[in-house]
């Protein structure tokens, strides 16, 4: 995350036909939003200000943000937001021949010739 913001309100809306995340630090953000013409404004109250990240995980267990739209708008939300792990590529291992198998003739007794 670029931020170390902490918000105490988050919740979903829709605007031209997009779902997203919204975060917030006070319910009156629900005005702002409807007059910018946004639509089905959901936010919660959460119990203690956090991070966008643990925000989006709380609401994704909260009933009001139960239905499939809301899942996977929020579920989107993080998988996009969350922090990927470097690959550092293994050393190449260098190819070592193995020497030749050399056998030497052994003598039966049984052989025909």
């Known amino acids: 995350?670029?931020?170390d913001k902490l918000f105490s309100v988050a919740g979903i809306s829709k605007l031209n036909g997009e779902y997203k995340v919204r975060f917030a630090n006070d319910m009156m953000r629900i005005k702002v939003l409807a007059k910018s013409d946004h639509e089905d404004i959901r936010l919660a109250d959460l119990e203690t200000a956090v991070t966008k990240m643990d925000a989006a995980k709380l609401i994704l267990?909260?009933?009001e943000f139960s239905d499939s739209v809301a899942q996977a708008t929020i579920i989107e939300y993080i998988?996009?937001?969350t922090p990927k792990a470097k690959v550092t590529p293994a050393p190449k291992a260098k190819a070592v021949k193995a020497?030749?198998?050399t056998t030497a003739p052994v003598e039966n007794e049984d052989a025909p010739f």
């Open 61 to 63: 267990a909260m009933d």
């Open 99 to 101: 020497p030749a198998k």
């Open 79 to 81: 998988d996009a937001n």
């Open 1 to 3: 995350m670029a931020t």
